[in-house]
């Protein structure tokens, strides 16, 4: 290969460490079952290691993943990745990493939630076209571990969580999109209680390629074609090859094509083809028909995470990247004055000009804030694990779960996209080049707004289901965690103007939540679908705010006593700037966000379809 491998990648493992140890304090789960084989150093180490395993094997091959993409016979219908990313997945797999949350039982180190996927956001960061090889394989082998039969989990569970065999979610059909309701693959049952499957799934990532012997698909079909909706699909593990008598065997699954993106190039994604010979068999996961779409939430969801994480990990680098380059880059002179355009004498660092450093501050602020609403959503459910499923402290935790699930994917995601633009626009023209990272950067994160749910169907889900639950019970919680930090800081020596801001975003908030209520009550529907994007950017930026303050209070209390010319002064210094500029930059946004849904303008609803231009074709 004649391209040089370099590193883009970067990561501020400080920041990650400040947030699980000094803000969530995630070294108390240690001392609780079914964590108390780690300790804070244990985990700190393998942050440490995670890290350099993605600058050192991960990130020199990203932009060579993105340039050789995967490529299709349409002979022999193989597909093959780049040849560089087999390597890379046996270091991966013989370092161990793929087993890092993964239960005992299947041969993994059982290790917090929190830990995992703060150490799987470097992985993604580095390479996010190949973390979702394994991201989907576990997420495939957490469902059939949940709810198959005793040999299923022990046929599979074991063989994917390690790599040795590969997974996918199979939901997608030509023409259906995101609504799953109108699935129509088939299954029929045959007498020794296997099904013969048979159907097209498009878009699936990782769907097929050459790293693994098999992989194993989790695919929804209809047992009976005349039940309508997502209520009568039901789930069923679909391996490419199938085991008879201890050999595997072709199982009838044929990948038609995969798909020319603008990102991911390195990601295959692939058109499946389940029974065109009428030899494809099926398992159905559990024993009971027609629950394919409950089963199936459970990987969505936590692709809707991981999909969130793919995203802040990207746009991390692609702000830290931008940062280096800013410090390094020598151009143009500081204005002396704006009224008559005088400049000083000498050229600067980009990062001296008052236009970049906005730039970064915005893009710092909004990283920091969405890596900490993932990690928070992360130990809350470490913390209902450690509490024990049904008992009431569970629920509470798994209540914040729900709630930031949504958020998580959908803010992480459009605001990592808007990082990565900040970033080409901090390089200028060379942002724009291939030379460069962040360019590959913006075009990898921009599909997180479209996988797993587009952000609007995040939106409805929060705004439909979410704010409903419990009579509110969700936005109560969240609300009084607000309030009552707000109450306890009022008074704070630097922070106090900022906690009244936070004050009046959280009042926006929850008279929005009543408006929402009046819609309902009222029959305006259609409002809630029209403004539920709003709202959602809305919530997750009250709970930024709120966070990022936390943060900065813990910040201001660590750095007392500490010089000004010690790393961890200005650090915490840093922190207590960034959670100011969120909160004077992005957070009056959540008041004109909320005047918006308020007004109940229609304007979108009543201009008629032929009142938009006319143009050719149509």
């Not at 004077?584 to 008629?608: C, F, Q, R, W, Y």
Request: proline letters at 2%; aromatic letters at 8%; charged letters at 25%.
């Amino acid at each position: 290969m004649s391209e040089e491998l370099v590193n883009h990648y970067k990561a501020d493992e400080r920041e990650i460490n400040f947030l699980l140890f000094e803000q969530f304090q995630v070294q108390e789960i240690f001392e609780s079952e079914p964590y108390t084989a780690y300790t804070e150093e244990d985990a700190r180490l393998i942050l440490s290691e995670a890290l350099k395993f993605a600058v050192n094997e991960v990130g020199p091959l990203n932009s060579y993943f993105d340039r050789t993409g995967c490529t299709y016979d349409a002979e022999t219908h193989e597909v093959k990745v780049p040849p560089l990313m087999k390597d890379l997945q046996k270091k991966y797999q013989e370092n161990g990493w793929p087993l890092l949350g993964v239960a005992e039982e299947f041969g993994g180190q059982a290790a917090p939630y929190a830990l995992s996927l703060a150490a799987s956001e470097f992985f993604t960061g580095a390479s996010a076209a190949w973390t979702m090889y394994t991201g989907l394989t576990n997420g495939a082998a957490h469902l059939i571990e949940s709810f198959g039969n005793e040999e299923e989990r022990q046929l599979y569970c074991t063989k994917m969580y390690s790599g040795e065999w590969m997974g996918t979610m199979c939901l997608t059909e030509p023409g259906a999109g995101s609504e799953v309701g109108r699935s129509s693959s088939k299954a029929k049952k045959n007498d020794d209680g296997t099904y013969m499957i048979e159907g097209v799934k498009c878009f699936i990532s990782s769907g097929d390629h050459d790293m693994t012997d098999n992989i194993i698909h989790m695919v929804l079909a209809r047992v009976d074609a005349d039940t309508k909706g997502t209520k009568g699909l039901s789930l069923f593990i679909v391996p490419k090859k199938r085991l008879e008598d201890g050999a595997l065997v072709d199982n009838d699954v044929v990948c038609r094509g995969i798909e020319h993106k603008m990102g991911i190039n390195g990601s295959a994604t692939a058109t499946l083809d389940f029974g065109s010979s009428g030899n494809c068999v099926g398992y159905l996961l559990g024993t009971v028909e027609n629950k394919g779409m409950s089963q199936m939430f459970q990987m969505m969801n936590g692709a809707r995470i991981g999909t969130g994480m793919q995203s802040l990990g990207s746009a991390s680098s692609a702000y830290l990247n931008a940062l280096s380059y800013s410090r390094e880059r020598i151009q143009g002179k500081k204005f002396e004055s704006i009224a008559t355009g005088k400049r000083g004498t000498d050229s600067v660092a980009l990062i001296e000009h008052e236009d970049i450093r906005r730039m970064l501050m915005e893009m710092k602020s909004k990283v920091e804030g969405c890596r900490a609403l993932a990690l928070k959503l992360a130990q809350h459910m470490d913390r209902a694990k450690i509490a024990g499923e049904g008992s009431p402290e569970a629920e509470d935790h798994l209540g914040y779960v729900e709630l930031l699930t949504p958020i998580v994917k959908a803010y992480l995601s459009d605001q990592g996209f808007k990082v990565a633009e900040l970033a080409i626009q901090t390089y200028g023209g060379y942002g724009y080049i291939q030379d460069y990272p962040v360019e590959q950067y913006a075009r990898d994160i921009k599909i997180q707004s479209l996988y797993e749910g587009t952000n609007f169907i995040q939106s409805l889900d929060l705004v439909g289901r979410k704010l409903n639950v419990g009579g509110g019970k969700l936005m109560r919680q969240l609300g009084g965690a607000i309030t009552a930090f707000i109450k306890a800081n009022e008074e704070h020596a630097v922070l106090g103007s900022e906690m009244k801001s936070l004050d009046e975003a959280l009042g926006c908030l929850n008279k929005t939540v009543m408006t929402y209520a009046s819609h309902f009550q009222s029959g305006r529907i259609r409002q809630l679908p029209l403004t539920s994007t709003r709202f959602l950017e809305l919530l997750s930026e009250v709970t930024i705010a709120f966070l990022l303050l936390e943060g900065a209070a813990i910040a201001h209390e660590k750095m007392q006593g500490l010089e000004e010319s010690d790393r961890d002064f200005n650090f915490y210094a840093g922190k207590i700037h960034t959670a100011r500029f969120f909160v004077h930059n992005i957070l009056p946004g959540v008041k004109m966000k909320a005047e918006i849904i308020e007004k109940a303008d229609t304007s979108a609803l009543e201009i008629a379809d032929n009142q938009f231009p006319m143009v050719g074709g149509d």
